[in-house]
């Protein structure tokens, strides 16, 4: 638990740097020389906050993920090879975890189709819409990180149900109550997304 709470840190303290680079980036004015007239910059800056909401969507969960099956994989590779006819059972366990991951990288997409970054469109996004995708990232970008360690010391408990039993199944139901909020942050998150006006 000491360890996750420090890897927690860590990822909040990342969110928190990638927000203050992108507000310093998208504020950034040229240097003047002296007598100068100070240019004026109009140019949006949306697309920093997209790139940035596009990361943390993908980056997060994805290290959840990558932490959880890790774990999952390790309890599950020590029961195998006492028994290799418990593996199938225990590698439902293992693979829960992964989809955290994989929700973070369905709002990274999203991010990337409205906000024009695959289309090339993304240099004219407004600022306040750009932040609008950063902020759509951040319910899948915790909850999917948190849900996946959670979820991964579920589903190594659930492989000692496999270990003991031979059948993990009222594990799989613990651990897919954990997924439930990692499911409701996907969803808010692809909410927060689809009702950004881009083309308002």
Do not use: H
């Not at 993908?58 to 006492?82: C, D, F, K, T, Y």
């Not at 496999?162 to 799989?172: L, S, Y």
């Amino acid at each position: 638990m000491k360890r996750f709470r420090k890897f927690a840190a860590v990822a909040i303290l990342a969110i928190l740097v990638l927000a203050v680079c992108g507000a310093a980036l998208a504020e950034s004015q040229p240097v003047l020389t002296i007598g100068a007239e100070p240019p004026v910059d109009n140019t949006p800056k949306g697309y920093i906050w997209a790139a940035i909401g596009a990361c943390i969507a993908m980056i997060l969960p994805g290290i959840g993920s990558a932490w959880g099956v890790g774990m999952a994989g390790r309890a599950a590779a020590g029961v195998a090879a006492e028994d290799p006819e418990k593996s199938g059972a225990c590698l439902m366990f293992e693979l829960l975890p992964a989809t955290q991951g994989l929700y973070g990288f369905v709002i990274a997409m999203f991010i990337a189709v409205f906000s024009g970054i695959l289309s090339g469109t993304v240099m004219q996004l407004p600022t306040d819409l750009g932040q609008s995708f950063f902020y759509a990232s951040l319910p899948i970008g915790v909850v999917g990180l948190v849900s996946a360690y959670f979820q991964s010391r579920v589903c190594c408990a659930g492989i000692g149900i496999v270990a003991k039993q031979g059948n993990g199944g009222m594990g799989i139901t613990f651990a897919i109550m954990v997924e439930l909020y990692a499911i409701l942050a996907l969803i808010i998150s692809i909410l927060m997304v689809v009702g950004v006006p881009v083309n308002a």
